[in-house]
């Protein structure tokens, strides 16, 4: 049986995906990146091959970026603290590459 790593949403996340993801197709890869994160191995081996976990560069605070999908770039902003995983915004296709203004304009989200 896998281990499953603590995954905390505080900030309504899943929530708010259901609602501004576009597609169903988006819709159906939102749990599939969620799981993967779940996925206690993926950190242990640090391979993330469906949302390429990966350390936000340019901001103090340890900030992860996972895609929902590359392509469209639909994107979750997550945090480790205490050992868990916390879910702190989904971002637009549109908006991914302004990851830094993004982090910055929502201060009260990221500790």
């Known amino acids: 049986m896998a281990e499953i790593k603590a995954l905390t ?6 929530s708010e995906a259901c609602k501004v993801l576009p597609s169903n197709e988006f819709k159906i890869k939102f749990p599939e990146a969620l799981a993967e994160l779940e996925d206690n191995s ?20 340890s900030i ?3 895609d929902i999908d590359k392509i469209s ?8 603290i205490d050992y ?12 991914h590459d302004d990851v830094i ?6 201060k ?4």
């Open 108 to 111: 009260e989200t990221y500790s």
């Open 42 to 61: 993926a950190h242990k081996s640090r391979q993330f091959p469906k949302t390429r976990l990966h350390k936000v560069v340019g901001v103090k605070q």
């Open 73 to 80: 770039g639909w994107r979750l902003h997550v945090q480790y």
């Open 84 to 95: 868990q995983l916390h879910l702190k915004d989904i971002v637009e296709g549109q908006s």
């Open 64 to 66: 992860y970026r996972a």
């Open 9 to 14: 949403d505080e900030y309504g996340v899943i």
């Open 101 to 106: 203004k993004i982090i910055q304009s929502k």
